[in-house]
């Protein structure tokens, strides 16, 4: 995350999608404002190329919607980041109840945590302990809803709690068994876990900032766009849903 990465209204957001776009190997009108070309890349997706599945039974649900939707969007993020926080309530949400609700668009959250938040590796932590009974949906809402507040104490705990039953808690801290200082996570992941004697869930926050690494993830949040085979160009920054939902509209004709 880089704070310049900020959204700075419809303009910035316009900006923002033509240079993720660049690259044109067709063209199209996104709406009567602009017209702009859309690179893409035939191919497996990121996971695919990494030769491992997102979706296999032994690792944590992160995603909305159905599998099924034309559209598949990942998203790489920090739970710590601003502009993260920014993407998810203006961007992600209205998206959620829109087209992921009516099945067009199905969305993947990679974790990617930068070393500039202390607390950024342990909330991936937790997201994906949760993730493990169901429950990442409620616990990536309120780490976002309540990002200033545990951001600044680091009692992640206090909002993942608040976001399920107390059975289901139970059951999210055993995941979290030997992860020890999650301090010293957002300095040398590697570094804390062997100390720690490992923390399960960094095994599936590595192997999303890997496949990050192969995007490159620059600056967060990045979002990567398949649709019926194609790879469009990653994009990092905050575009509007308003913008994205003319992207996707376009998308969905071809």
Not at 181 to 186: E, I, N, R, T, V
Request: glycine content about 8%.
């Amino acid at each position: 995350m880089n704070n310049q990465m900020q959204a700075s209204g419809e303009n910035g957001s316009r900006g923002r999608l033509a240079g993720w776009v660049r690259r044109t190997t067709w063209a199209f009108a996104v709406t009567s404002i602009f017209a702009i070309g859309i690179g893409w890349h035939p191919g497996a997706s990121a996971e695919q190329a990494a030769g491992k599945s997102s979706e296999s039974a032994s690792i944590p649900a992160k995603a909305y919607g159905s599998k099924d939707a034309p559209i598949r969007l990942e998203v790489f993020s920090d739970y710590q980041c601003p502009s993260c926080r920014a993407f998810y309530e203006q961007t992600l949400r209205p998206m959620i109840n829109d087209y992921v609700a009516a099945g067009k668009v199905y969305i993947v959250h990679r974790d990617f945590p930068l070393s500039m938040h202390k607390y950024g590796y342990e909330s991936a932590r937790w997201a994906n302990a949760a993730a493990r009974i169901g429950k990442f949906q409620e616990v990536e809402a309120a780490l976002y809803d309540n990002q200033d507040a545990w951001a600044g104490n680091g009692d992640i705990e206090k909002y993942v709690s608040a976001a399920m039953s107390p059975s289901e808690f139970k059951r999210v801290e055993k995941f979290m068994e030997g992860c020890g200082d999650q301090s010293l996570a957002s300095i040398a992941p590697g570094a804390a876990a062997q100390a720690n004697h490992g923390c399960a869930e960094d095994a599936f926050i590595d192997q999303d900032k890997a496949l990050g690494n192969q995007v490159p993830v620059q600056a967060t949040p990045t979002v990567v766009i398949y649709y019926k085979g194609k790879k469009y160009s990653a994009a990092s920054g905050v575009v509007s849903w308003t913008i994205l939902k003319q992207f996707f509209d376009q998308l969905l004709t071809q």
